[in-house]
């Protein structure tokens, strides 16, 4: 082989991507199609146990491709099709329905396991959820509906705030039926609700700006793959502005977020993990039941409380699953 010819297929080989290189050495590639950023650190972590306890480690015994829309579900058809290309053993549509409709599209031969927050029947993603059929299964975690919730618990942490600002994601597939849901429990509680929208990262300062401009007391933080990604951002501003609020995921009040109420995400990604492995083993999705996860869990922070001259209820902290002192 002439000089060219050996730098040429040396400089190719040096750009495969990394599915092409994993398949060469017969290692299977997971891809991973995300709706918001990167995963959150304990679902991350809760996916690579469940993978780990079917036989595979990531980036041993294999290899994840990511692709994460950031919030533009646009994006998602794109990168669904991308993965298949790739010639992916599985795909795991995380992060809503929009990313498992995205991948459902994409293959009706590829393997799918998706995490939804509503019924996958209803959803049209199986046929049934003991018997999936056809190439998806996966993990119906319990999120539609708890937005009327979490304003009943922030309305008991904080019952002098008679205007509470909602902060939605319009983009997002349920911003409508979360904007209904609070709505209905606002006037069952006699509360105000000012409704703030924000489709992107430079929309959230300009949300809490107007949050202070109106005077509201508390915040309720609506589910939204694009604010679980921004969740840094999203307490600093909390914290900047002394607005009590409460979040979905715990990763919030870790970070320093007052409270959160919702389902154990760790939990249904483990499940999404152990499935992912066992498919990959030689288990077809048509034989494994959707799993429903329903359990909901309330962090409290009791050092941001104190920050901000909260004291949180004796009927309310006893309720609470983790208190972060």
């Given amino acids: 082989m002439r000089r060219r010819e050996f730098v040429a297929v040396l400089g190719s080989a040096a750009v495969w991507p990394l599915a092409a290189r994993a398949q060469q050495s017969a290692m299977p590639v997971v891809g991973w199609l995300g709706s918001g950023t990167a995963p959150l650190p304990s679902p991350a972590a809760a996916f690579d146990a469940g993978l780990k306890e079917m036989g595979f480690v990531p980036g041993q015994t294999i290899a994840i491709e990511y692709r994460h829309a950031e919030g533009r579900y646009e994006r998602l058809p794109g990168m669904a099709a991308d993965l298949v290309r790739h010639q992916v053993a599985l795909i795991v549509a995380a992060g809503g329905i929009v990313t498992a409709r995205a991948a459902k599209a994409a293959t009706a031969t590829i393997p799918i396991v998706f995490s939804v927050g509503d019924d996958p029947v209803k959803l049209g993603l199986v046929k049934s959820l003991s018997l999936p059929g056809g190439n998806l299964t996966g993990v119906s975690i319990l999120t539609t ?126 499940q999404v ?32 409380a104190r920050t901000l001259g909260l004291t949180f209820p004796l009927s309310l902290l006893g309720r609470a699953d983790k208190v972060i002192e």
């Fill in 145 to 270: 509906g708890l937005e009327a919730k979490r304003l009943e618990v922030l309305h008991e942490a904080v019952p002098g705030a008679s205007v509470i600002g909602l902060l939605v994601n319009s983009d997002f597939s349920d911003a409508q039926t979360q904007l209904k849901d609070v709505l209905a429990a606002a006037r069952a509680l006699g509360l105000q609700i000012a409704v703030l929208n924000a489709n992107s990262e430079r929309d959230l300062d300009t949300a809490f700006a107007t949050l202070v401009e109106q005077r509201v007391s508390a915040l309720l933080v609506a589910s939204s793959p694009l604010f679980a990604g921004r969740r840094e951002q999203l307490v600093a501003l909390a914290a900047r502005h002394a607005i009590p609020a409460i979040f979905e995921w715990p990763e919030f009040v870790t970070l320093g977020g007052l409270m959160s109420y919702g389902t154990n995400l760790a939990d249904g990604y483990h």
């Fill in 273 to 304: 993990g152990i499935y992912a492995g066992k498919i990959l083993n030689g288990v077809k999705p048509a034989e494994l039941p959707v799993q429903q996860l329903v359990k909901v869990e309330l962090v409290i922070n009791l050092k941001t």
